[in-house]
Nanobody, 124 residues
Framework: VQLQASGGGLVQTGGSLTLTCDVS????????IGWFRQAPGMEREGLAC?????????FYALFVKGRFTISRDNAKNTVYLQLNNVKSEDAAIYYC?????????????????WGQGTLVTVSS
């Protein structure tokens, strides 16, 4: 089972960035996939989840709703996270993960496996 996040880099405040999660080793059609981030010294923050391809429902943490968009390309086994209007506090390592449980409240999300993250750095 592999989830490889990529696409991080340096972005200016107010700018945009698209992160990519390549999935292998399991069928993402049936599993919800999510993104979380972790900054140094900070707790992990769930950002967005997208349910199976048969449902396609999306859920967002309140603090990113309207700025981040999660989507999936089922043919490519890929999940994306679009970051718009980036803020300084968005700087962190971003991870994609298989989701054990999800719903409207991001505090209750449970991530069960993830790979290496991708670093997002924000400049003013």
């Amino acid at each position: 089972v592999q989830l490889q996040a990529s696409g991080g880099g340096l972005v200016q405040t107010g700018g945009s960035l698209t992160l990519t999660c390549d999935v292998s080793g399991f069928d993402p059609d049936y599993d919800p996939i999510g993104w979380f981030r972790q900054a140094p010294g900070m707790e992990r923050e769930g950002l967005a989840c997208i349910s199976s391809r048969f449902d396609g429902g999306t859920f967002y943490a309140l603090f990113v709703k309207g700025r981040f968009t999660i989507s999936r390309d089922n043919a490519k086994n890929t999940v994306y996270l679009q970051l718009n209007n980036v803020k300084s506090e968005d700087a962190a390592i971003y991870y994609c993960a298989r989701v054990r449980s999800y719903g409207p409240d991001s505090h209750n999300w449970v991530f069960k496996s993830w790979g290496q993250g991708t670093l997002v750095t924000v400049s003013s």
